[in-house]
């Protein structure tokens, strides 16, 4: 099997056992659906900077690999497991998340102060990719930039920018709120 393939089912294991898990801890305590979007919505403010953080981790491990790994089936899962990773949490932030949640608890977190947080969140993830390209571009004539790098590099910065702003809206919003 393709370590490309290996990676990419991993990852998929993974975050459905999360979700599994989630879900069935969840299960204990009944709430109403006013309660759960509150706890949710809570949970998600907590939640986007922590994932950050993770992701920008992933990108330290794919940056300190040796010159010429990138070709180990090792390496091949790692970057298997940072496209799953950078899917879902674009796929998080473009839409309301918490997929396995009734729909009526989604539409209730995504009022319209979270609809603004994440636009203006996304605008900063877009801004920082854009200035990051412009920074790869200039990088390259003086050092050699694969186009693996430059994604890797632009994907990370515009991504961990966009959960850190809206983790950041969403904290204050509740604790105003």
Known sequence: ???????????LAVGVTIAV??????RRRPMTTVERADQLSQRRARMLPALAVVFLTQQAMFFSQMPGAEHAPVERVKMSAWLV???????A??????????RAVRDLMEDENT???????????????MGTAVAVYVLGMF??????????IIMTFGIATALLRWGVLERRAHAHG
Do not use: C
């Open 115 to 129: 609809q603004a947080n994440r636009n203006e969140a996304m605008r900063w993830g877009f801004l920082f990719a």
């Open 85 to 91: 990773l950078s899917l879902v949490l674009l796929a």
């Open 1 to 11: 099997m393709n370590s490309y393939l290996l990676g990419l089912l991993a990852g």
């Open 93 to 102: 932030l473009a839409t309301k998340s918490f997929w396995l949640e009734p």
């Open 143 to 152: 050092e050699p930039v694969t186009g693996r790098e430059a994604v890797h």
């Open 21 to 26: 898990i989630i879900k069935w801890r969840d």
